[in-house]
C-alpha cells in the first residue's frame, strides 16, 4: 500500500502522521508539498492538522487554494480514500470535499485535551476497527473546530450514515458538557456522500502507542490501511 501525506506552510502534524502512517503500513507514506501540481501513484491521501498558512484569512481557506489540492479533489472525485484531519478537515470544507464549516470555538479559547468520541456510522473502511457505538479516545486540539451546517444538511447527514464521531461522556451519553468546541449536533467528524472522504477534528496521530496515552489512533490507522491492501 502507498500513502502521501500533504504537506502545507504551517503544517504541524504532518510528521505525526507520517510516524502513525509508518508503523501502520510498514512503509513511510510519501510527503508531498503544497505547491506540487501532481500526487505520486497512491492508495490514500492524508491531509494533516497544523496552521496551514497561519491560519490568516480563515483556517483552511488559503491552504485550500494550494496547487496540490486540485489534484487531491480530483482523485477524491475519483475514489481514492481521504482523510483530513483538524487542519485537513478545515481545508476539505473549504475545497468542497466535505460539507458545512468550522468556525471558531464556542468558548473563543484555543482547546487541547483528550476527548472521548462515539463512533456512529458503518463506514467499514474508516471505522470497522471498532464496534458500533464504541466509545473512543483522541486528543484535540483547535481554536477553531466548531462544526457548522444549515438545519437540512445536517438532517442529511444524520439520515444518510455521513457523521462518523460524535463528542460524548466516557460513558457515551451525548451532552453539552462533552462537547468541547459547540459543534452542532456533537459532530466531530463527517463523511462526503460517497463515504471516501473521512473528515475529523480529533487527532487520532497522536495515541499510537501507549507511551503517549492510547492505542485507539493504532486501531484506526491498521484497520484503515488493512482496508484498502
Known amino acids: 500500500m502507498k500513502a502521501a501525506v500533504i504537506v502545507f506552510p504551517g503544517s504541524n502534524c504532518d510528521r505525526d502522521l507520517k510516524v502513525a502512517l509508518t508503523q501502520s503500513m510498514g512503509r513511510e507514506p510519501a510527503m508531498v508539498w503544497h505547491g506540487d501540481s501532481e500526487l505520486p501513484d497512491t492508495d490514500l491521501i492524508a491531509i494533516p492538522g497544523g496552521f496551514s498558512y497561519g491560519d490568516y484569512l480563515r483556517a483552511g481557506a488559503m491552504a485550500a487554494n494550494s496547487p496540490i489540492m486540485r489534484e487531491v479533489v480530483r482523485k477524491a472525485e475519483s475514489g481514492t480514500p481521504v482523510v483530513a484531519i483538524c487542519n485537513g478537515f478545515q481545508i476539505a470544507t473549504e475545497t468542497g470535499m466535505l460539507p458545512g464549516a468550522l468556525l471558531r470555538n464556542a468558548s473563543q479559547k484555543f482547546v487541547c485535551k483528550d476527548v472521548d468520541l462515539l463512533v456512529i456510522s458503518e463506514n467499514e473502511r474508516f471505522v470497522g476497527g471498532f ?61 462526503n456522500k460517497a463515504g471516501n472522504v473521512l473528515g475529523l477534528m480529533p487527532h487520532p496521530e497522536r495515541l499510537i502507542s501507549e507511551v503517549l496515552g492510547g492505542t485507539d489512533g493504532k486501531t484506526f490507522f491498521d484497520h484503515l490501511v488493512n482496508s484498502i491492501v
Open 131 to 191: 464496534q458500533q457505538s464504541q466509545v473512543v479516545r483522541f486528543p484535540v486540539a483547535h481554536h477553531d473546530g466548531n462544526f457548522y451546517a444549515d438545519a437540512d444538511t445536517l438532517d442529511e447527514l444524520e439520515a444518510e450514515g455521513q457523521i462518523a464521531f460524535k463528542y460524548v461522556t466516557p460513558e457515551g451519553e451525548i451532552t453539552d458538557e462533552a462537547n468541547p468546541n459547540g459543534s452542532l449536533n456533537n459532530i466531530a467528524g463527517i463523511y
